[in-house]
């Protein structure tokens, strides 16, 4: 199983890296918000959902992607919008809904961070709190030493790579965990977990997780380099891959993977895995890492950039580097991943329900009520989300 998974890997790498769709433009618009989308809050999410939902957790997955995809539907509206109309960029809303993806990203930094020092530890006999907490701010000392010299620049050639080595190991992860449901198949040992949860706290937990969903509003911002339609086609394709990973995902752990009654870590899928395969942990370790802190360095320049637009350059972009530093380091002292998760979310809802609201004042009709249904919701997330009890 361990060269099988090494060999699928190794294959996987190979065609995304030498093959034909590296230099097609609409992969590359896909690549930004498919690396945002699945981070390691993929792998957070499943030992969660099936600790949480038991049996019901494909259902609660397929939830959340269809919430993301209504959302990202008032996105690519404002997308197609924006391009259609000049001058609408400026509007107040969007100046607004600017200023609440600058937090986001401050918030959803310290969570990638995080999940970092955690992943870094759980294969080590340093596995505790304090030691994955000094990690992350060793990580954020060195981004600000890299924001304040050289900028972010020099790392954009990293994202590519990132992603390749996160889709390849999740190639290889998804070969694994079908081939353990077809043993546990053949051995009648399915596994259908009772839920640990129901009624008013799964709804604001199913809130609570929405950033584990969350990148493809990415998309939105990637005008100077691709049009309005490459950018609305990448956010779909993006969406869609990422549906079908997640929900395969689930589905292949929820039923195949005892799961323990315990409360559940961030770090929970690692410790799973290796009664799948030996060699699934550390390239899930690996895997982990690389996204976390490609996903960081790109949320700080984002964060860095828009704080310097909405400050209109009272704030330099170095600067706004910097504050997404120190809110994080903040966060990283006196809040664990599971509340910095439930934060990062919030955030995100919050931008989500702007937006909404913005495509719901710009249409008509069903489109309105559809658009405005989910600006309530996208606000009732922002205010009711909750973390998970780890």
Request: charged letters at 10%.
């Amino acid at each position: 199983m361990n060269v099988a998974i090494l060999v699928l890997v190794a294959c996987a790498t190979l065609v995304l890296f030498l093959g034909p769709l590296r230099n097609q433009p609409l992969w590359r618009a896909t690549i930004t918000p498919l690396a945002s989308i699945i981070g390691s809050g993929f792998l957070v999410l499943g030992p969660v959902l099936a600790h949480d939902f038991g049996s019901w957790a494909p259902v609660g997955m397929a939830a959340l992607c269809l919430l993301a995809w209504s959302f990202g539907s008032a996105i690519r509206a404002n997308i197609a919008r924006i391009d259609t109309e000049e001058g609408s960029a400026g509007e107040w809303s969007e100046r607004i809904s600017a200023w609440v993806l600058s937090v986001a990203y401050m918030i959803s930094v310290a969570y990638y961070l995080n999940l970092l020092g955690s992943f870094a530890v759980s294969l080590t006999s340093f596995d505790t709190p304090l030691v994955a907490r000094a990690i992350t701010t060793a990580v954020y000392l060195f981004i600000i030493l890299l924001g304040w010299t050289r900028g972010f620049g020099a790392l954009e050639a990293v994202e590519y790579p990132a992603v390749v080595v996160k889709l390849a190991v999740i190639t290889g992860l998804i070969f694994a965990l079908g081939h353990n449901m077809w043993s546990v198949h053949q051995q009648d040992s399915l596994v259908f977990p009772v839920a640990d949860i129901r009624g008013w706290y799964a709804v604001t937990l199913f809130f609570g997780l929405i950033v584990t969903v969350q990148g493809f509003e990415t998309s939105r911002y990637l005008g100077v380099t691709y049009s309005a339609s490459v950018r609305i086609k990448s956010m779909k394709v993006a969406q869609y891959v990422s549906t079908v990973i997640y929900l395969v995902y689930v589905v292949l752990l929820t039923y195949a993977v005892p799961i323990s009654t315990d409360n559940v870590s961030e770090t929970e899928i690692i410790h799973l895995m290796k009664s799948v395969a030996p060699i699934l942990p550390v390239l899930l370790l690996v895997a982990a890492l690389a996204a976390q802190f490609s996903a960081a360095v790109a949320d700080t320049g984002g964060a860095g950039g828009l704080v310097e637009e909405v400050t209109h350059k009272r704030v330099s972009e170095r600067q706004g580097y910097l504050l997404v530093c120190l809110v994080g380091l903040v966060l990283t002292w006196l809040a664990d991943v599971f509340t910095i998760i439930a934060f990062a979310s919030r955030a995100f809802a919050l931008y989500y329900g702007v937006q909404s609201f913005i495509a719901a004042r710009n249409s008509l009709g069903g489109y309105r009520i559809f658009y405005g249904a989910l600006t309530v919701v996208g606000f009732a997330a922002a205010l009711l989300g909750a973390p998970v009890e780890g």
